[in-house]
């Protein structure tokens, strides 16, 4: 297990030391060409904690370097956060790539004492939620979010693995505790209680921010959602799942930035893509040059997000048919037609328990994006503070109810039908 302290070597780097940095590692020669005179690096970390490089040699050959700082980006040096995230980090995308290699970006080397990640650089690749912002469609999204949800989150659960094993990854990513802390506080807390760091467009929402604080129906619902996160170690899960985790061409969809990874609910990476899908369409309306003008990107986005979920759901029912070789439901119990009827039952039953626990999961998504720490680009580029907040308004009364009915939903459909009520 990485130390906690910031070792000896370390150093945050800077655009000019970063090709220094790649030069004392051989395998950057490969990638860029021998001549590190011709690398030019430039930091692009628009997240909130870490600093990415993107390095480019002048013959157009490109990596990026991902490095941990010690402490939040967003918030300052006053709040430190260890290194070893990076190594969490290093270890999902390992651990992802063996069962969705094809939804990563490829990792080059890892150097552990600078907590940095070299990888591809993704290109020309977006940021969903900066595509979703510009109303750019994605013809391949669905299937693909869907696929990597399937993947990841039968591949590393009880269905596809021997307990051994799964013991043994949810131990070594129990280490990541400092990540999992911000999301509880993050998530699950501070939107429902006064924190120093939380914010909402004000004055405008400050009536729904004290509502929330007095809503006991949504304080008890939401703190089941953390009871399942904090309890519930089905699969490894990204941890961080939104739209800014996922980068995007019209032909292809890669995620990115698993450094909150830990075993969790699974529904927790589904609620992140679907709680981000209905903040998006939220906004839609603030985006408008004229009235209604994203009606039809809007429907594009609720018919994407079910999409998801049937691709999702479709190919983890496929993989628990065909590929269950874990101690969970083990195959040989099932091997007659009357077990196997019951077993088909119990699937059913299973994915429903899922739609619920994403759905609380996404509404929990959505309020703290609105009243918490970190807000998210598709509501904080309306700069019309009464625009913004008139979306703002409508994806809180959604997110309310996606947590406090999260198992009385049967479907995306409905949550659609709820969300173009609400619009
Ligand atoms: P953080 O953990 O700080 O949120 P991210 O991993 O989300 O950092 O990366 C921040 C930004 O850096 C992304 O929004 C994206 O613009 C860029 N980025 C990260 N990884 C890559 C990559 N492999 N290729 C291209 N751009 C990347
Ligand atoms: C201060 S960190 C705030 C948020 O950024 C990350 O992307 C996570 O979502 C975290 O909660
Ligand atoms: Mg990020």
């Known amino acids: 297990m990485p130390s906690r ?11 000019k030391t970063v090709a220094g940095f790649l030069a004392r590692h051989p395998e950057t020669f490969d990638i860029l060409g021998p001549d590190p005179d011709r690398w030019r690096a430039r930091e692009v970390g628009d997240g909130n904690l870490n600093l990415v490089f993107i390095v480019q040699s002048d013959d157009g050959r490109s990596l990026v370097v991902k490095q941990a700082l010690p ?6 040096d006053s709040w430190p956060l260890p290194l070893s ?3 969490f980090e290093r270890r999902a995308l390992q651990l992802q790539s063996e069962v969705a290699d094809r939804f990563l970006p490829k990792v080059y080397f ?4 600078a907590a940095a990640i070299v990888m591809e650089y993704l290109h020309p690749h977006v940021v969903l939620r900066k595509g979703f912002v510009r109303g750019i469609r994605y013809p391949r999204l669905a299937e693909d979010l869907g696929a990597f949800l399937a993947q990841t989150l039968f591949g590393t659960s009880d269905l596809a693995l021997p307990a051994p094993r799964k013991r043994a990854q949810v131990s070594f990513f129990s280490g990541n505790a400092e990540l999992c802390r911000l999301t509880e506080d993050f998530v699950f807390t501070d939107p429902y209680r006064i924190a120093a760091l939380n914010r909402w467009t004000t004055p405008h929402l400050d009536d729904l921010a004290a509502e929330l604080r007095a809503d006991a129906e949504l304080k008890v619902c939401s703190q089941r959602f953390k009871w399942l996160f904090l309890n519930h170690t089905e699969a490894l899960v990204h941890g961080d799942l939104h739209t800014g985790s996922i980068m995007a061409t019209p032909e292809d969809t890669r995620v990115i930035d698993p450094e909150f990874a830990f075993y969790g609910p699974m529904g927790f990476d589904l609620g992140a893509v679907l709680g981000n899908f209905y903040l998006a369409y939220f906004a839609q309306e603030g985006h408008e040059q004229r009235s209604h003008e994203r009606h039809e990107y ?14 999702f759901t479709s190919g983890f ?10 101690d969970g439901y083990p195959a040989e119990l099932f091997s007659d037609p009357v077990a196997r009827q019951a077993l ?15 759905l609380g999961f996404a509404g929990m998504k959505m309020l703290r994006r609105i009243f918490g720490v970190a807000h998210v ?4 580029s309306i700069e019309d503070p009464d625009r913004r907040a008139h979306c703002e308004r409508k994806a809180v009364r959604l997110g309310r109810e996606l947590v406090v009915n999260a198992r009385a939903w049967l479907s995306l459909a409905d949550v659609n039908v709820r969300a173009r009520e609400l619009s």
Do not use: C, H, I
């Open 344 to 358: 088909e039952k119990e699937r059913v039953v299973f994915m429903r328990r899922l739609l619920g626990d994403a």
């Open 377 to 380: 680009e598709d509501l904080e």
């Open 110 to 113: 890892y150097d552990e004492t």
């Open 5 to 15: 302290d910031v070792p000896p070597g370390y150093t945050p780097l800077l655009e």
């Open 71 to 76: 402490y939040v980006r967003l918030v300052g």
């Open 317 to 326: 029912l496929r993989l628990w048919q065909e590929n269950a070789t874990g």
């Open 298 to 311: 809007r429907e594009w986005l609720l018919a994407t997000a079910e999409q998801v979920w049937g691709t």
């Open 85 to 87: 995230r990076s190594y």
